[in-house]
């Protein structure tokens, strides 16, 4: 009998691979932890999505108190939304035609905010929002340090400014993210570059109120820098999403949350002490360097191709071709866009299979 890969109730191992493996309690252990910080921080969690893609796993984080939640780009949103999630913040900006229509679309199933740093940008979402009799909550990029997008100081007040006066659209607030600091190795300087970022991100908040504007949402935070964002007083709502799952990366820095994603493989071959599994980098990223082997242990990688792994054994054991090989990427955001499905399981037995719904999503 062929056994199917989302049969209920059979043991990971026999899931083929290579498969994105979730262990569900630990999952949820990390969503209830974070919201409880936050909860006892006095900020709202709206966790990013982009890591985990999938509305099953938002609703779980909704589920324990998270107010809405993010999403990278408008194909995650709208998939979000067909999903059923009520509130979605898209904090990158929404460019051009096309894809102001598609957002108006969006906003007809759920209540979708996005990021603005551009004059022009500006008037276009209006225009579109007017059109369709509909009203588009919008927030201020700021930059705080990424260098990437977002509006200096000396722009923000007349930018807001801008925004009052346009039908169509709502000034919600500001957001910054201290993508810069997350992975800082040590903590006091993790500290003082996170404050330096997030001090900006207030002084643009103190420029807005101080001209009469009120300031409803002031967003920010990466997982690296969660507990040290929302200490800040100010800010109103944590970004994080790797906590879900934690990657390897952040697991170099601190380890408050557990992980929780493994990519199971198959020894495919093994040569003495080399043994070669079914992953590559077709199926696991390595964009933050290697991914490692988490069981069993005493197995470095070496290298990674297209569809091979190749490992060296430093500790002697008895893998035969066939047995598995469990492995956690460094990032798992961009592993887990490699995949169509979780297979989530408790104590190692299959509970179910979820579809990655925004995988590929990135227009």
């Avoid at 083929?16 to 309690?25: A, G, K, N, Q, R």
């Avoid at 093994?270 to 390595?286: A, E, H, P, Q, T």
Wanted: with cysteine.
């Amino acid at each position: 009998m062929t056994i199917q890969n989302n049969q209920k109730g059979i043991n990971i191992s026999e899931i083929d691979t290579p498969s994105i493996i979730v262990d569900l309690d630990i999952v949820e252990n990390n969503i209830k932890k974070m919201q409880n910080f936050a909860n006892d921080n006095d900020v709202s969690m709206r966790p990013h999505s982009k890591t985990n893609k999938s509305p099953y796993w938002a609703k779980k984080q909704i589920d324990q108190g998270a107010i809405g939640i993010c999403c990278a780009k408008l194909g995650e949103a709208e998939e979000m939304a067909k999903g059923g999630i009520a509130e979605i913040l898209i904090p990158n900006q929404i460019v051009g035609k096309s894809k102001i229509q598609r957002l108006v679309n969006v906003n007809k199933i759920s209540k979708v905010m996005v990021a603005v740093e551009n004059e022009d940008n500006v008037n276009e979402l209006s225009k579109a929002f007017e059109e369709n009799s509909l009203t588009l909550g919008v927030i201020i990029e700021v930059n705080v340090g990424m260098d990437r997008c977002g509006l200096e100081l000396d722009e923000i007040v007349d930018f807001t400014k801008l925004i009052k006066e346009k039908k169509g659209l709502s000034f919600e607030g500001i957001m910054g993210y201290e993508g810069h600091t997350v992975n800082i190795d040590n903590y006091e300087e993790r500290v003082n570059e996170t404050t330096k970022a997030m001090n900006k991100l207030i002084s643009a908040r103190d420029l807005i109120v101080e001209n009469g504007i009120e300031v409803k949402i002031v967003s920010a935070s990466g997982t690296g820098t969660y507990n040290i964002t929302s200490k800040i007083e100010g800010i109103t709502e944590l970004q994080c999403g790797s906590y879900i799952f934690m990657d390897g990366n952040y697991l170099k820095i601190f380890d408050d949350f557990q992980p929780a994603l493994s990519l199971m493989c198959t020894v495919v071959s093994r040569r003495k002490n080399n043994i070669v599994i079914d992953c590559g980098l077709k199926s696991v990223s390595m964009d933050q360097g290697l991914p490692e082997v988490v069981y069993p242990k005493g197995i470095k990688l070496i290298s990674l191709s297209e569809e091979h792994c190749k490992c060296i054994i430093e500790e002697e054991n008895d893998l035969k071709v066939g047995d598995k090989i469990f492995l956690r990427p460094m990032h798992s955001d961009t592993t887990i866009n490699l995949h169509d499905d979780y297979f989530v399981h408790r104590d190692g037995i299959l509970e179910e299979s979820v579809p990655i719904a925004g995988r590929g999503k990135f227009k």
